[in-house]
């Protein structure tokens, strides 16, 4: 019977327990916006769109008629097609509990190990711990680290959200953190109340009792973990899996059909009659290709449980696995054929199983299928080269009958002739039992250890004549290089029949460089360090099979030699420690008092339930619209013309805007240079606004701008890097300048002299929620409701009445939370903010604008790349007399905040470090490149890492240990900075004493030593980096603050203030200080949000002091409001809230006040280069322990411990926090993070796939933190300090510990001398740092003989 398409068919699935069916299901919608606008469960989160972060992850469980088991797996649903759905279960964040019923025992643990901070990306980490807990109730630290090895968070630093799931581990109770100097709060409770909340005579029994807590939570109290309360698998799915005759399934959308065939006849009918379409299984690359590269498939075919398609079959020979087996599938059946069979038979197997570990996050390995990742040949595919090297056959089928394939050179290079045919579809694949005498390897090196792709792959096969070393056959495959996996062929026929010695080796070497090449204009870069790697993993093969040789008989050849033993070894962190102390709330404070408290974050149960509400979460308005941006694709061009007939041609489009309908209103001025809102004659870099396109739907908006066509001429010249803007004169604004003492006569007096640079590169801010707005005309007045997700509405209200010619009070921005900004919702958001209100106001229509990932990190710019240039004169004891430096940073096209980075960095340049001659200058550099601007830590994390290399190299010159150098020239006691102002910096010695004392640095120290003695090709690196970062924003205006606090009758309070919840925490502060000054519970105090209609002209929030501000202008209205009701409070001492705000209603009191804080006092003179600018300093120091593997460059964070002067802190937890987010993104910063550009200026990395953030594998295995001892702060709200930007810098200590193990290398290997490492110091820099043997093989390209692929800004 011929197969012939039926009419539509009906979608079932289960959400949350409920049974969902759609009869007209569009199979281009994929789960995550089908979850968020059709179900309105908004509690998975969009981040990336492109299964790269996790934000999105729910559970999927099946079940298996065959087997009898259900399978519950997590997934990304911004991949899943809803399609791809019918008779599953999908379990979202708030199918597992909630406020309302019961939340989540993984939920609730989250939120009270302080887990979350933005909590945008919570929904996510609770449903990949669920998943995993829904299989492994009991889950070891390695399965933990698996499987959220695909989540990633901006905020937190991981710690906290490890030390949440260590309390399902095994035998947790020995893996929690040590806490020390108790605190004595509990902890909110599931309903919500804390022991601090409890009146006072349920606090005396409860203290009678002894109830005092030890820790940042307190254990005793989660909910168990309790497997038979979680949701079954609905019965319907069961019977009709079992019962229902099974039909293939036929979804006809406007583009696409899809078709699910259900027995492999037909799958094979159907591919017959469309065989172009593909195989959708896991859709991880077809999802993305159509996604991201508008590849259309009008036919899919999507296989559904097909038994022949996941059979798996032990053979004599080997095993056959069916096609459609997941990633995680296969490596289950592996583990277990591992375990069973003797290791003999399962070297391939075994190699597999490693790649599988690390192969890209767990949601994407329980959908991806063997088949998709055989099929699919990316050339960084970690299975393939090992597949190919174990001589694996694929059995296909079409219609006219089976055959077999074997996957070889051939099917990699998709050779005709070795290739599927058409109709072919891939049932299963073989994948043989290694022999005797024969071993498999597998190597890969890739940015992060997890959830990163390759840069090199590797999978080396060799036989030998039995019980010999000679060479029966080997095989050896490269992923990485070149668009596909490529056999090293002659290589192999070479080595075949040769003797395993050295001397193959150097042969090996030297071959596989001339046979594997790689153009010096490769698409993605690092060629000569790619081509390093290939021979690194030939020698790391070499001593892998020389170790295994020997065990198999000893004679055959001499054992590796001692020192060389470590590099076969992998990183891997098994346990991760923690010690956090910090300071202990005085026993005479009244323990209702939440001062000083490691209170949860106020919204932190709902991050973790879902429940929290972001600006896209919001429901849609009647009429509402979609905005979406047309940017530049040319960095320096004239607009010749711009053509949207197209776009406005397509159903649903209502209107393209370009720069001619903003006429008059065109530009913005909040810098002294003003803006073009949507560029009109000229773009200035790629990623500029030019036209922005408004559509019924998202969908519709996004397919017009595609349609959009500008037509561009070039113009010179091309400015893109700091060298080209000094070469033009290229800058955008005059040179500013600090000169202090006189460095001229010191240079005349000092033993050495020694000059340098080192570039420093930019970072994408990477807050996990995107820029968002939506816009609302209310239809009356002109007035506007604007919901924007912004560190600054009143910079968003400003240009947004500007644009409609309307008065400010029109105009009235809300933000609830913002979902992470870091300084990028700042300067940028406005101007996409006052767009989408003209184009509201236009159509008077609700106007919505979220962006996509990829156009986020384009169009917003980041923190600005750096080139220090520097002339240090020194003492040869190591004194540092004289510095000059000048900062160049890389500004882009407007001026946005690059001058106020450049002041900060001229400020903050010192550091920790007395320079008695100091002569400082900077310049933004004007390029044409998206705009840079504020960036945690604002220029102080460039311009401090500039002095921090420089005194290093002022130690590795006069031979004193970098430690010696640092102490001698730091500040002690009460100085002067170089603007003059006075500082008493003792904390700063006291940090740095007790970090010493703490990390047991030189007792470390010495077993780096011994380490690095007795270590060949691994090295060990240790640093101690001090910190003084100052504190203000060098005005009075500018920290200015404001409250607005209302007592209602029933005793309940609402609190508002111009601060901005980013995660920080400030709300939690805030409540805090209401509940000490009014001395109520903080259970009776509200903060819905910040608003311009209730605190009017906010400063931007940002600069580590908006709890400090915004708590002393809170702090103001409620010390009025305790003052007008003392009198009635001390008539009636017994009272309730309720009684003396009724009373002080009777008596005509008013229950409102505002509080007002004027700002610190703070001054600067640029012309002189002193002044006052900021109100107080943060001082703190880390050591940071590494270990580097010199052949890849890969590396390991071993141990970091921090000690930070936090004066009071008003809350541990929070501070705790910042401290280790900051720190961590300062770990990607120096190490990690990577902006990549063409030489047109086009920036190739724009998402989580190619530019990566810090995952939970690189947290320290040891990760402590501790705060000195409270001390007076003048001036600040209750002594605490500000710590949002501080700890940033200290992510430099894992740089300068990754220094040290490379210049340990360099000087075994004789490389003396001072050497220049830039940042970030990512493998590539690390290994061509660590020069050998084999980095001096490598064939070296002349620079200005080929267009490199990439450029460095
Ligand atoms: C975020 C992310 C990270 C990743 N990281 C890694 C990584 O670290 N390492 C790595 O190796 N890979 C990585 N990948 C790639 C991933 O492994 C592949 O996309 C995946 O294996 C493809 O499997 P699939 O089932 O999703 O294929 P699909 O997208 O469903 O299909 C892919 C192709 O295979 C064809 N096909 C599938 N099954 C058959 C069949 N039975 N017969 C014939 N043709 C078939 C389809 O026609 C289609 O052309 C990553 C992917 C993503 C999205
Ligand atoms: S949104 Fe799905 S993984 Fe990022
Ligand atoms: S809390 Fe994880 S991204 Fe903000």
């Given at each position: 019977m011929s197969f012939s398409l039926n009419g539509p068919s009906e979608l079932l699935f289960y959400v949350n327990g409920r049974k969902v069916t759609e009869k007209n299901v569009d199979p281009e919608t994929m789960l995550l916006p089908y979850l968020r606008k059709k179900l309105r469960l908004t509690g998975t989160k969009y981040g990336c769109g492109g299964g790269g972060c996790g934000a999105c992850t729910v559970m999927i469980s099946r079940y298996d008629p065959g087997t009898k088991k259900i399978r519950h797996y997590s997934a990304n649903a911004c991949l899943l097609p809803i399609c791809s759905l019918f008779g599953a279960a999908v379990t979202t964040v708030e199918g597992i509990g909630n406020t309302q019923r019961r939340i989540h025992p993984v939920q609730e643990r989250i939120a009270k190990c302080h887990g979350t901070q933005c909590g945008f990306c919570s929904p996510g980490m609770v449903m990949s711990l669920y998943s995993l807990l829904r299989n492994i109730p009991k889950p070891s630290m390695d399965q933990l680290m698996e499987a959220l090895g695909g989540n990633l968070c901006r905020c937190t630093g991981y710690r906290p959200i490890v030390d949440a799931c260590k309390t399902f581990c095994k035998g947790n109770t020995r893996d929690l953190p040590i806490l020390l100097w108790a605190t004595n709060c509990c902890q909110s409770k599931e309903n919500g109340i804390c022991c601090l909340d409890r009146d006072e005579s349920e606090l005396l029994d409860s203290e009678q009792g002894n109830r005092t807590c030890e820790k940042l939570f307190q254990e005793e109290e989660f909910l168990p973990l309790d497997p038979t309360q979680e949701f079954i698998f609905p019965p319907e799915l069961m019977i009709m899996a079992e019962k229902q005759p099974k039909r293939t399934r036929v979804f006809y959308g406007e583009r696409i059909t899809w078709i699910s065939p259900v027995t492999l006849r037909e799958l094979l009918e159907v591919k017959a009659k469309y065989p172009d379409a593909p195989i959708v299984m896991g859709n991880t690359t077809v999802g993305p290709d159509m996604k991201f590269k508008g590849i259309l498939h009008p036919v899919i075919i999507s296989p559904d449980r097909i038994a022949e398609l996941n059979a798996v079959n032990y053979l004599d020979n080997g095993l056959t696995i069916g096609a459609g087996c997941s990633l995680a599938q296969l490596k289950d059946i592996l583990t277990d054929v591992v375990l069973e069979l003797p290791a003999e038979k399962t070297q391939t197997y075994q190699a597999l199983l490693k790649h599988l570990r690390t192969l890209a996050g767990s949601q994407i390995r329980n959908v991806a299928s063997l088949g998709g990742s055989i099929i699919s040949r990316h050339s960084t595919s970690d299975l393939n080269p090992l597949l190919a090297v174990g001589n694996c056959t694929l059995n296909l089928a079409s219609k006219d009958g089976k055959r077999q394939i074997p996957l070889n050179d051939q099917f990699l290079m998709k050779a005709r002739s070795s290739d599927l045919k058409p109709e072919e579809i891939l049932i299963s694949v073989n994948i043989p039992y290694s022999r005797k005498w024969e071993f498999v390897s597998a190597f890969r090196q890739a940015p992060r250890q997890q959830n990163a792709l390759a840069f090199v792959i590797s999978?080396?096969?060799?036989?030998?004549?039995?019980?010999?070393?000679?060479?029966?056959?080997?095989?050896?495959?490269?992923?990485?290089?070149?668009?596909?996996?490529?056999?090293?062929?002659?290589?192999?026929?070479?080595?075949?029949?040769?003797?395993?010695?050295?001397?193959?080796?150097?042969?090996?070497?030297?071959?596989?460089?001339?046979?594997?090449?790689?153009?010096?204009?490769?698409?993605g870069g690092m060629v000569e360090y790619k081509r390093s790697l290939l021979v690194s993993f030939l020698f790391k093969f070499y001593l892998e099979v020389l170790r295994n040789l020997r065990m198999m008989n000893p004679s055959l050849c001499p054992s590796v030699p001692a020192e060389y033993r470590s590099v076969l070894e992998d990183f891997h962190s098994k346990q991760y420690e923690t010690v956090l102390r910090y300071q202990k709330v005085d026993t005479k404070q009244f323990p209702q008092d939440p001062i000083g408290r490691p209170i949860m974050h106020q919204s932190g149960i709902k991050h973790a339930t879902g429940e929290a509400i972001y600006c896209d979460d919001m429901p849609v308005h009647d009429q509402e619209l979609f905005l979406t941006f047309v940017t530049s694709s040319r960095a320096h061009a004239k607009i010749v013309s711009i053509d949207s007939s197209e776009a406005l041609k397509l159903p649903g489009v209502i209107d393209v805007l370009t720069g001619k309908d903003l006429q008059g209103v065109n530009s913005f001025s909040e810098f002294p240079e003003s803006e073009e809102i949507l560029a009109t004659d000229e773009v200035l870099g790629v990623g500029q606004l030019v036209c922005a396109v408004v559509a019924d739907s998202d969908v519709k908006a996004r397919q017009a701008a595609r349609l959009v066509k500008?037509?561009?001429?070039?113009?010179?010249?091309?400015?893109?890097?700091?060298?080209?803007?000094?070469?033009?004169?290229?800058?955008?604004?005059?040179?500013?300048?600090?000169?202090?003492?006189?460095?001229?006569?010191?240079?005349?007096?000092?033993?050495?002299?020694?000059?340098?640079?080192?570039?420093?590169?930019?970072?994408?801010?990477?807050?996990?929620?995107?820029?968002?707005?939506?816009?609302?005309?209310?239809?009356?007045?002109?007035?506007?409701?604007?919901?924007?997700?912004?560190?600054?509405p009143k910079q968003a209200q400003d240009i947004i009445a500007s644009i409609l010619k309307v008065p400010s009070n029109k105009i009235m921005c809300h933000v609830k939370r913002v979902g992470g900004a870091f300084g990028g919702k700042a300067t940028k958001t406005g101007i996409l903010a006052a767009i989408t209100a003209f184009a509201a106001n236009k159509t008077g229509r609700p106007v919505r604008c979220i962006l996509e990932r990829g156009e986020d990190i384009l169009i917003t710019g980041g923190r600005h790349p750096y080139l220090g240039k520097y002339k240090v004169g020194f003492m040869n004891d190591g004194r540092i007399m004289a510095l000059d430096v000048v900062h160049y940073a890389n500004g882009g096209f407007t001026l946005d905040h690059s001058q106020f980075v450049i002041q900060m960095g001229l400020l903050k340049l010192d550091n920790a470090y007395k320079i008695p001659n100091l002569r400082c200058r900077g310049l933004a550099c004007k390029t044409n490149l998206p705009s840079n601007t504020a960036l945690r830590g604002f220029g102080f994390p460039q311009a401090a890492l500039v002095t921090e290399s420089c005194i290093t190299k002022v130690a590795a010159q006069s031979g004193l240990p970098p430690e010696k150098v640092r102490m001698i020239n730091m500040y002690k006691g009460i100085h002067e900075t170089h603007y003059k102002q006075e500082i008493d910096a003792s904390n700063l010695m006291k940090c740095w004493n007790e970090c010493i004392e703490i990390s047991s640095y030189y007792a470390r120290k010495a077993r780096v030593e011994d380490f690095n003695k007795k270590n060949y090709w691994k090295k060990k690196g240790i640093a101690l980096i001090p910190l003084k970062f100052p504190v203000g924003l060098c005005s009075l205006p500018a920290g200015q603050a404001a409250a607005l606090v209302h007592?209602?009758?029933?005793?309940s309070v609402l609190v508002t203030h111009g601060g901005i919840e980013m995660g920080q925490g400030v709300h939690t502060k805030i409540i805090q200080v209401v509940s000490r000054e009014l001395g109520m519970p903080m259970t009776n105090i509200h903060l819905r949000g910040t608003s311009t209609e209730t605190v009017p002209n906010a400063n931007v929030s940002g600069g580590s002091v908006v709890a400090d501000l915004n708590g002393m202008a809170v702090q103001d209205a409620c010390q009025i409001l305790r003052k007008r009701l003392e009198p009635i409070i001390s008539k009636n001492p017994h009272g309730t809230w309720m009684d003396w705000a009724q009373e002080a209603f009777n008596q005509s009191i008013s229950l409102s006040a505002t509080g007002y804080f004027r700002g610190y006092e703070s001054d600067m003179d640029w012309e002189k280069g002193e002044g006052n600018p900021f109100a107080y300093f943060v001082y703190g120091t880390a050591c940071s322990e590494v270990e580097v593997d010199c052949l890849t460059g890969d590396h390991k964070n071993i141990r970091t411990d921090i000690v930070m002067d936090v004066g009071h802190s008003i809350n541990p937890a929070l501070d705790i926090g910042q401290i280790e987010g900051a720190f961590i993104q300062g770990v990607g910063l120096y190490t990690l993070e990577e902006l990549k550009y063409s030489p047109e200026g086009i920036l190739?990395?724009?998402?989580?796939?190619?530019?990566?953030?810090?995952?939970?594998?690189?947290?320290?295995?040891?990760f402590n933190v501790s705060f000195l001892p409270a001390s007076e702060v003048a001036r600040t709200l209750y002594s605490s300090k500000g710590l949002g930007e501080s700890a940033l810098f200290l992510g430099s200590s894992v740089f300068f510990a990754l220094h040290d193990a490379i210049l340990a290398a360099r000087q075994e290997r004789g490389f003396s001398g001072v050497f220049t490492l830039n940042s970030p110091l990512t493998p590539e820099k690390i290994r061509m740092a660590c020069e050998d043997k084999f980095t001096k093989m490598i064939p070296k390209d002349e620079p200005g003989s080929y267009i490199p692929w990439d450029i460095r800004i």
């Open positions: 999978g080396m096969r060799v036989l030998f004549e039995e019980d010999t070393n000679i060479v029966r056959d080997i095989c050896i495959f490269y992923g990485g290089i070149g668009s596909t996996t490529v056999c090293a062929k002659k290589l192999c026929q070479k080595l075949t029949g040769r003797a395993w010695n050295e001397e193959m080796l150097g042969k090996a070497c030297r071959s596989v460089l001339d046979e594997v090449l790689l153009p010096a204009s490769a698409p500008i037509e561009y001429s070039d113009l010179e010249p091309l400015i893109l890097t700091i060298e080209d803007a000094i070469q033009h004169n290229s800058f955008l604004e005059t040179e500013t300048k600090i000169d202090y003492g006189d460095v001229e006569e010191a240079f005349k007096t000092v033993d050495q002299i020694l000059e340098g640079e080192i570039h420093i590169g930019g970072q994408e801010h990477f807050y996990m929620e995107t820029h968002s707005m939506l816009v609302v005309p209310s239809g009356e007045d002109k007035e506007m409701d604007v919901y924007v997700s912004t560190q600054y007592i209602y009758l029933d005793g190739y990395t724009r998402g989580p796939e190619h530019y990566k953030i810090p995952s939970f594998c690189d947290v320290p295995a040891e």
